[in-house]
C-alpha cells in the first residue's frame, strides 16, 4: 500500500471512530495513550539561526522515517533550550514537490487534544523560501488548524535544501511553549509535502498534515523555573496570587496557579526579586506576605533540577495603605511644585517603611485638588506654608473607637492628618535662616523634613501612637526628646530615632516621663501597633532608618478639579514695598481673597521684602499684613498693610503704613452658631466711618458682612450664623476709600483655623490639645472633655495687643484662648512659644535682661496678670527659642512679656566658632 493509501485509511479509521463514540469521548480515549517522551538539555551555547545543524552537539536526537515507507531514509531532528528559547533543527531526505514544508506542532497544555484547540499551534516553514505561517487550532474536526497572528519575536525558521537533503532550524521563545514552567508540553515535528500533496513523514507518528496522531511529551531539562509559594497555610503551598518584582526596574510578574513565575526565563542571572502575596484587604488598606530581603537569580539559587523557590511569608508581613488627600488649591498649576509633592508623599511612604521596620507604606495616594473631596479625606492640605503638622490619633478608625486595653481610658475618633504647602523643623517660612548653635542651618538638612513630619503624623493616624517629647504636663521639651531616644514620635529629625520602641527596659527607664508612657500605662511603642495589628512582627531590636522597600509602591495620582483654575499670574513671587525702608516683621501674614473664600498663604520670610505665593490668579485680591503693634527687642512696630486685585504683570505689593492703625479684637462664641465681636482702638481715637467684619468659613463661602455699632468707642457687632460655628477668619475693615496704592484700614483675624481647634461633637478621653494657626500657643486640658454640637475650644489670633503695663515689653504677640463653654478651658497648661532675642546676643547683660524676667501674662479684659511660669526649651528648637508654660487662666489674652530697662544694651550677634 503506498503512503497515500495509507494516509487516506488512517483518515477512515478515525472518522469512524468519532462517529461512533462522539467527539468528546473520542478525543478522552485517544488522550489517555501514553506518548513518547523527551528532556530537552539546557545549553546555553549561542545559536545562529541559519538552517545549519552543527551547533547542535549536546542536543536531543529523535529519529523518523522519511521519504517513502520501506526506505532506509531517516530525518534527525535536534533540540535544545535555553534561557529564553527552545531551538529545534531537523535535517530531513531531499524533498522535490516546490511547496514542500517543516512543520512543529505545539500542544501548549500537553492536553493531547486529538482535535486541536486554541491551545494547540501549528508553526510551519517553506523549504525553498522561508516562508513562515501560525496557525493555531480551531476544535473542528473537519478544519482543525486556521491562520492565526502571533505577537512578533515569539518564533522564527529558516531553511535551506540540497541535494544532501532539506533543512530547517526553529527558535520558539519559551513564551510560547510554557510561559509559567508548566512543563511537559506536546510537540510533534513533520516533514510535509516532500514530493506531493500529503506526502508527509514525522515523529512520533506519520500523519496528514491536518493534525498530529500521536504527541511527544517534551520537558525542559534544568529549566530555570522560578516559583513563589508561602509559609501558610503550610509550607510550600503555591502563592497563586503573588506578584513578583524585578527591584531594578519595578517589572512585575505574575504567578499560574501553582505558583510558577509567568515568563520567568525572562529573569536574568543578577536579577534582584521580592514578592508580596495579599492576604486581607479591609477599607482602604490590604496586608501582604512578603519575601523580605531582595533574593538575586544566580546559579545556586536553583535546586538540581533546575527550580529557584521564593517564599513569602508570615514572618515577613507589610500593610500597603491608600491615602485620600484633599488640597485647597490646584496643585498641578505649579508642575515644579506638583512634583515636589509627588516625590515628597513618596518619601514619607518610605519613612514609615523605615520607622515600622518594613511593616506598613502608602500605596495609591490620590489627590483631589481646589477643594475638592475636602469633607471626605485623610488629609487635609494646606496653602499656609508655615502650617504645623498635626494629625488626629487614631483618627483613621471609622467610627469611635475605645482602646483595645480595658485598663487604658481613652477613645479614639475618626479625624484627619493636616498638612501645609510648606514645612521645616523649626517652623519658618521657607527661606528664612534659621542659626542653631550659632551656625547657620544648611537648607539641604531640611530639603525631607515635610517628608519625616508626615511620617510622624501618619504614625499618629494610622498607628495610635503618642508623641515622646512631650511630657506628662504636656510640655513638648528638648530634654526630654534627648532622653528618651530610638522612638519617631520624639525628634524624628534625628537619624538614631527614625524607628519605634520596643524594649520595654528602655521604654521604662528612659521614656517614663513622656506623655505616651503615662496616658497607655506604660505600653510600648510596638506593643501598641501590635495591639491594633496583630500581624505585625515586633523586631527584637532597633533598626535605625533610612529604608526603603525593595521597590516603591507608592503611586501618586492627581485628580482633575471639578472647577477649572483661573489664569495663573505670571509671578508667584511678589515684592513687598515697604514703606520708611522698613523689613517684614516675624508677624507678617499673607492672604488670598478669591470667590468670597480666603486661602491663607502663610508667611515671608522675617527681615524679608518678598513673599511667595501659591496658586495667585488673576483677579485675586492679594493682602499681607504686618501690624506689628508693639516692639520687641530691639525692633521697631511695623503698622504697615497692603491689599490689591493681581493684574496682569503685577509682581509689587506697596505697603501702607499707619501708626494710628492697631485694632484689639476680641472675637468670641457666644452660642451654637452665634459670634460676637468686640474692636476697640487704643492708638488712635474713635474712627468716624462704619466698620465692618466678614466671616469667612475656613473651608466655604462668606457670610453676609455686619456693620459694628460704636459703643464709646467699641466697636461691637453679634452674628448669628445658619450652622454651628466653624474654624472661621474674620476680615475687618474701615468702610472708607484710599487713593492708590493706599489701602484702606483693614486686618484678618482667625479663630481654630488649620485644624488647630477642637469642635464639637468630638471627645477626648485624655484631654484636649488646641493650638493657635502659627502652632506657638497651646491649650492643654488635664481632664477629659466631650464637646458636644456647637461647642468649640480655639485661639484667635491677635493683630494689636492690650496696653502693656508700664515697663514691659511684648515677645512675639498675643493670643486669645476662647471656649463655649467658657469652662472648657477653666482648667489647664497654657503654651507659648517665643524667640528670646536677648539670649542670642554674645554681649554682656545688665540684671533685668535674663530669662528670670521673662513670664506668661494674662489680659483678663482690664488689667495683666503675671502667671507662675515656667522655661523650658522646646524640641528642634533653633537658638533663643523657648517656651513659656502657666496655668489656664480661662477665656482671655494670653503674651510672653519681658521687663524692659532703659540701661538695656544690644550687641551685634557674634557667630561662635
Not at 549536546?58 to 534527525?76: C, E
Amino acid at each position: 500500500m503506498n503512503r497515500n493509501r495509507i494516509g487516506m485509511a488512517l483518515f477512515v479509521t478515525v472518522t469512524v471512530f468519532f462517529a461512533l463514540f462522539g467527539p468528546n469521548t473520542a478525543k478522552r480515549l485517544l488522550a489517555q495513550s501514553l506518548p513518547p517522551t523527551v528532556t530537552i538539555p539546557n545549553d546555553a551555547a549561542a545559536v545562529k539561526l541559519d538552517a545549519n545543524c552543527e551547533e547542535y552537539a549536546h542536543a536531543a536526537i529523535l529519529t523518523f522515517n522519511d521519504a517513502f515507507v520501506g526506505s532506509d531514509r531517516r530525518a534527525v531532528v535536534y533540540l535544545k533550550h535555553d534561557a529564553d528559547n527552545i531551538y529545534i533543527c531537523i535535517q530531513g531526505s531531499p524533498g522535490t514537490f516546490r511547496e514542500r514544508f517543516f512543520g512543529v506542532y505545539l500542544d501548549t497544555e500537553n492536553r493531547r487534544a486529538q482535535v486541536p484547540e486554541k491551545e494547540d499551534l501549528f508553526l510551519r516553514v517553506r523549504v525553498t523560501d522561508t516562508l513562515m505561517s501560525t496557525l493555531q487550532g480551531t476544535g473542528i474536526p473537519t478544519s482543525p488548524y486556521a491562520s492565526f497572528n502571533l505577537r512578533p519575536g515569539l518564533w522564527e525558521a529558516a531553511s535551506a535544501s540540497n541535494n544532501s537533503g532539506d533543512t530547517a532550524e526553529y527558535r520558539i521563545a519559551r513564551d510560547l511553549i510554557a510561559s509559567a514552567c508548566s512543563t511537559p508540553f506536546g510537540l510533534a515535528v513533520h516533514h510535509q509535502w516532500v514530493r506531493e500533496v500529503s506526502d508527509d513523514y514525522g515523529y512520533p507518528s506519520n500523519r496528514a498534515y491536518s493534525s498530529p496522531l500521536q504527541w511527544i511529551q517534551a520537558t525542559l531539562a534544568n529549566p530555570r523555573c522560578i516559583r513563589v509559594v508561602s509559609d501558610r497555610p503550610a509550607p510550600n503551598t503555591p502563592a497563586a496570587s503573588a506578584t513578583l518584582y524585578r527591584t531594578q526596574d519595578r517589572a512585575v510578574f505574575n504567578v499560574n496557579n501553582d505558583g510558577y513565575v509567568i515568563h520567568g526565563h525572562e529573569l536574568a542571572d543578577g536579577a534582584t526579586l521580592w514578592a508580596t502575596l495579599p492576604v486581607t484587604t479591609t477599607g482602604n488598606a490590604t496586608v501582604y506576605y512578603t519575601s523580605g530581603d531582595p533574593i538575586v537569580v544566580r546559579a545556586a539559587a536553583f535546586d538540581p533540577t533546575g527550580y529557584m523557590t521564593i517564599t513569602v511569608s508570615a514572618q515577613k508581613p507589610l500593610m500597603v495603605h491608600d491615602l485620600n488627600i484633599s488640597a485647597q488649591w490646584y496643585v498641578e498649576g505649579d508642575p515644579a511644585r506638583a512634583a515636589w509633592l509627588r516625590e515628597s508623599l513618596v518619601n514619607a511612604a518610605h519613612y514609615l517603611y523605615a520607622f515600622t521596620n518594613g511593616q506598613f507604606t502608602l500605596g495609591k495616594v490620590r489627590i483631589q485638588q481646589s477643594y475638592d473631596g475636602w469633607d471626605a479625606t485623610n488629609l487635609k492640605l494646606h496653602v499656609n506654608n508655615v502650617f504645623q503638622p498635626r494629625a488626629v490619633i487614631g483618627g483613621s478608625v471609622l467610627t469611635d473607637t475605645v482602646d483595645l486595653s480595658p485598663t487604658v481610658a481613652m477613645t479614639y475618633t475618626p479625624g484627619n492628618i493636616y498638612m501645609g504647602s510648606a514645612w521645616n523643623r523649626f517652623g519658618t517660612p521657607p527661606d528664612q535662616p534659621v542659626t542653631v548653635d550659632g551656625t547657620v542651618v544648611a537648607p539641604a538638612t531640611l530639603a525631607n523634613d515635610w517628608s519625616l513630619a508626615l511620617a510622624h503624623e501618619l504614625s499618629h493616624y494610622l498607628l495610635y501612637l503618642f508623641d515622646t517629647y512631650t511630657g506628662v504636663d504636656g510640655k513638648a521639651s528638648q530634654a526630654l526628646a534627648k532622653v528618651c531616644t530610638g522612638s519617631a514620635m520624639g525628634d524624628v529629625y534625628e537619624p538614631g530615632n527614625q524607628g519605634y520602641i520596643a524594649d520595654f527596659a528602655h521604654w521604662d527607664t528612659q521614656c517614663q516621663a513622656t506623655e505616651a508612657y503615662h496616658t497607655l500605662q506604660g505600653r510600648t511603642e510596638w506593643a501598641t501597633i501590635h495591639l491594633w495589628y496583630p500581624w505585625t512582627i515586633i523586631p527584637s531590636q532597633f533598626v535605625n532608618g533610612p529604608a526603603t522597600p525593595p521597590v516603591n509602591l507608592t503611586s501618586v495620582t492627581f485628580i482633575a478639579p471639578s472647577t477649572p483654575p483661573g489664569t495663573l499670574a505670571a509671578s508667584q513671587i511678589f515684592t513687598m514695598t515697604y514703606q520708611d525702608g522698613e523689613l517684614s516683621s516675624g508677624e507678617a501674614r499673607g492672604f488670598i481673597l478669591r470667590n468670597d473664600q480666603v486661602y491663607e498663604q502663610g508667611k515671608p520670610a522675617k527681615n524679608a521684602t518678598q513673599i511667595a505665593l501659591i496658586d495667585a490668579e488673576l483677579g485675586d485680591r492679594l493682602c499681607v499684613y504686618d501690624i506689628n503693634d508693639h516692639a520687641e527687642n530691639s525692633e521697631t512696630p511695623r503698622h504697615q498693610f497692603g491689599c490689591e486685585v493681581i493684574k496682569p504683570n503685577d509682581a509689587e505689593l506697596v505697603m501702607t503704613k499707619n501708626t494710628a492703625w492697631g485694632p484689639v479684637v476680641k472675637l468670641e462664641q457666644t452660642g451654637p452658631q452665634q459670634l460676637t465681636i468686640a474692636l476697640t482702638q487704643p492708638l488712635t481715637a474713635p474712627i468716624s466711618t462704619a466698620i465692618k467684619i466678614q466671616l469667612y468659613p475656613e473651608n466655604g463661602v462668606a457670610f453676609a458682612p455686619l456693620t459694628l455699632t460704636d459703643n464709646n468707642g467699641v466697636y461691637q457687632g453679634v452674628i448669628n450664623l445658619p450652622e454651628v460655628v466653624p474654624p472661621v477668619y474674620a476680615q475687618i475693615w474701615v468702610d472708607e476709600t484710599t487713593a492708590d496704592p493706599l489701602t484702606r484700614r483693614e486686618v484678618m483675624v482667625d479663630r481654630g483655623t488649620g485644624g488647630s481647634g477642637a469642635f464639637g461633637p468630638a471627645k477626648a478621653l485624655g484631654g484636649v490639645f488646641v493650638s493657635s494657626s502659627d502652632g506657638n500657643a497651646s491649650f492643654e486640658s488635664d481632664q477629659p472633655l466631650d464637646l458636644g454640637p456647637g461647642e468649640s475650644i480655639a485661639w484667635q489670633s491677635m493683630p494689636g495687643t492690650p496696653p502693656l503695663p508700664l515697663g514691659k515689653s511684648i515677645i512675639g504677640q498675643s493670643y486669645r484662648l476662647d471656649a463655649y463653654p467658657t469652662s472648657l478651658v477653666v482648667s489647664g497648661t497654657i503654651h507659648i512659644q517665643y524667640e528670646d532675642v536677648a539670649s542670642l546676643l554674645q554681649a554682656a547683660r545688665v540684671g533685668q535682661n535674663s530669662a528670670s524676667n521673662v513670664a506668661l501674662y494674662f489680659w483678663d479684659g482690664g488689667s495683666w496678670r503675671a502667671l507662675d511660669t515656667t522655661l523650658i526649651t522646646p524640641v528642634n528648637a533653633a537658638d533663643g527659642i523657648k517656651l513659656a508654660s502657666a496655668p489656664s487662666q480661662g477665656v482671655g489674652v494670653y503674651a510672653v512679656l519681658l521687663e524692659s530697662s532703659a540701661q538695656q544694651i544690644f550687641l551685634p550677634l557674634v557667630q561662635r566658632r
